[in-house]
């Protein structure tokens, strides 16, 4: 394709992406991630993904984009604020991560990725692609590294320089031909503090994170009962957790997110009764559209009960 095509097109790309909204947008070539491979595959042998075992499956397409569209020659990396205007935390009530204070990210970014699908086929013409978000066995924080958004810190979480890391990831992959940002540096430099902080020691090494301890993992992708060893490390957290980015010194550069769905949706006035005597019905209207509604309500309780808070039990 003519030089100038891809210039122009790229140009496109990047206006598209920040009409939607999209905090950032990096574009790598669309190749396999040899690099990652040994890494992903001692991952995996040390049982880091605990049980969730659809991380396991695709190995091949985690890594070579071609398998999941074939034909593919870029991967467009694009990152979406979700850095709330206050904290909800209290050291007396159960703590819920920041992306899951309003409602479902999933639905919110996907019509935006349709939006930016149809725009391209406005202003540049058809393609093949294929939009994700959390969707599909994409490895998004490597490509995103590969983009030059950020660069995958020690918490194994994708860092901005200019925004910290409290956004989501969303990727297209095409058959646009496009011009490729490169990586950047590595700044963690020799800050340890989300190592530090991990109250279940989650963290065994820099920029290895053993997902089964994560109290993220304990809290919303584990089924079975939480192993008794994490009762009293939970820290008041009962969906999600934000302490290895609360500490992170690149998130005092989160700045508020702009997307008024993020907000939270009636959870944020409970009590401490309220949560304690949470019905079915009450449950499905507050959490009705939000990430939370994952758990359940039996996991949520399940979760609850496995709480201390100010050092009572919940």
Known sequence: MDSEIVKTNTQKIKEIASKLGFNFCGIAKAEHLADEAPKLEEWLNRGYQGKMSYLENHFEKRLDPTKLVPGSKS??????????SKSYESPALPKIAKYAYGQ???????????DFMRSIHTEIGHI?????????PVHERAWAAKSGIGWIGKNSLLLNREMGSFFFLAEIISDLELLVDGPIKDYCGTCTACQDACPTDA?????????????????????????????????????????CQDVCPWNRFSKTHNEPKFTPQGWEKFSKEDWKEMTSE???????KSPVKRTKLEGLKR????????????
């Open 303 to 314: 979760n609850l009960k496995f709480l201390r808070v100010k050092d009572h039990d919940f």
């Open 128 to 136: 093949d692609g294929r939009v994700f978000v959390d969707s599909a």
């Open 104 to 114: 479902d990210y999933h639905f919110i970014i996907k019509a935006k990725l349709k």
């Open 282 to 288: 009450v449950f499905q209207k507050v959490f009705k």
């Open 75 to 84: 991967v467009i990396s694009l990152a979406y604020n979700y850095f709330p």
């Open 203 to 243: 963290i065994p090494e820099p920029y290895v994170v053993d997902g089964s301890k994560c109290i993220s993992y304990l809290t919303i992708e584990l089924k079975d009962e939480i192993p008794e060893e994490f009762k009293n490390n939970m820290e008041g957290w009962a969906f999600g957790c934000d302490i």
